[in-house]
């Protein structure tokens, strides 16, 4: 599998968090869901010799976040409620996306489902649930 991001990713991860675990980068959209990737390094292993599970939650919820406020224009959301299945490991140098779908949004929350895959191969499913934030 090719470690090179697709055409058209812009990277997100300016600071923060998620200029340490990035870069991160957004990828154009597929119609239905918004979607982000990253290129597995070194950083990102855990000892078993896969991407560490940490890893690839932090990705979803920043994925998650991510879509939350593209979608609702809102300078800020929090996290209300994330959670993560495990289907398969990563692998170095593997490129890993999340695809993202709002299954449902209220006035104040927002509930997504996402896809981490590498390729076609699933890494993680998750559900969550985001409150969308206000101007400060």
């Known amino acids: 599998m090719t470690s090179e991001m697709p055409p058209g990713a812009e990277e997100i991860s300016h600071a923060g968090f998620n200029r340490h675990v990035g870069p991160l980068y957004r990828l154009p959209d597929d119609g ?3 979607r982000f990737a990253f290129v597995v390094v070194s950083k990102h292993m855990n000892a078993a010799g896969s991407i560490h599970g940490g890893m690839l939650m932090a990705f979803a919820d920043v994925s998650m976040s991510r879509t939350t406020r593209l979608v ?8 209300v409620a994330l959670t993560c299945d495990f289907l398969a490991p990563g692998r170095l140098d593997e490129v890993i996306e999340s695809r993202i779908r709002v ?9 997504l489902s996402a896809e ?3 390729g076609e ?12 934030g206000s101007a400060r």
């Open 32 to 34: 239905e869901r918004t």
């Open 72 to 79: 609702t224009d809102a300078p800020s959301c929090s996290t």
């Open 103 to 111: 299954t449902r949004r209220t006035r104040t929350m927002v509930f």
């Open 116 to 118: 981490v895959a590498a």
């Open 121 to 132: 191969r699933l890494l993680l499913v998750a559900n969550g649930v985001w409150k969308i």
